[in-house]
T-cell receptor
């Protein structure tokens, strides 16, 4: 069955610390992979996406993610977190005409 | 600028009443989607449409209805049959067969009073 798992429901980091949010997926073929961010009461904004090629992809707001086929993972990273990064983050997978499958999200809290 | 517009931002409904949430896009996307979001439950798909005059049920379609008479518009009606309609509703659109992911609206928060 196709699925996306975000193991961490809630993560707390200090401002300036590094961040890694985990995403694991189960899919029949290599899917297209996405990370979205959602501020409270807002819609989702696309941070970055992977389709093929270089397994390290860069996104907006200083985020990057690495696709690891052997581990079926697509973890999101940021070297230094800012207070404005506090939000909920969603990983999603899909391919071609398939509907995207979303994870349940990870809520990031940033302490000053 | 192209995008998705959801209206209203906040909506209050009395029990037993139907209410319609608006979703309009000017991105020329073929596919449109409705999601429901509750705390701790992520996004749950209600309905989606990949072409005008056609739509499919998602995972939680009971108590909801949609129409797709125009490419740009995909309104969602929350009927009185929906037992727990208070939630945040998100509309999205995409290119069918494309690699671009979804574009989301800013959401409508529905509260039953």
């Amino acid at each position: 069955a196709q699925s996306v798992t975000q193991p961490d429901i809630h993560i707390t980091v200090s401002e300036g610390a590094s961040l890694e949010l985990r995403c694991n997926y189960s899919y029949g073929a290599t899917p297209y992979l996405f990370w979205y961010v959602q501020s409270p009461g807002q819609g989702l904004q696309l941070l970055l996406k992977y389709f093929s090629g270089d397994t390290l992809v860069q996104g907006i707001k200083g985020f990057e993610a690495e696709f690891k086929r052997s581990q079926s993972s697509f973890n999101l990273r940021k070297p230094s977190v800012h207070w404005s990064d506090a939000a909920e983050y969603f990983c999603a997978v899909g391919r071609n005409t398939d509907k995207l499958i979303f994870g349940t999200g990870t809520r990031l809290q940033v302490f000053p | 600028d192209g995008g998705i517009t959801q209206s209203p931002k906040y909506l209050f409904r009395k029990e037993g009443q139907n209410v319609t949430l608006s979703c309009e896009q000017n991105l020329n996307h073929d596919a449109m989607y409705w999601y429901r979001q509750d705390p701790g439950q992520g996004l749950r798909l209600i309905y989606y449409s990949q072409i005008v005059n056609d739509f499919q049920k998602g995972d939680i379609a009971e108590g909801y209805s949609v129409s797709r008479e125009k490419k740009e518009s995909f309104p969602l009606t929350v009927t009185s049959a929906q037992k727990n309609p208070t939630a945040f509703y998100l509309c999205a659109s995409s290119i069918v067969g494309g690699n671009y992911g979804y574009t989301f609206g800013s959401g409508t928060r529905l509260t039953v009073v």
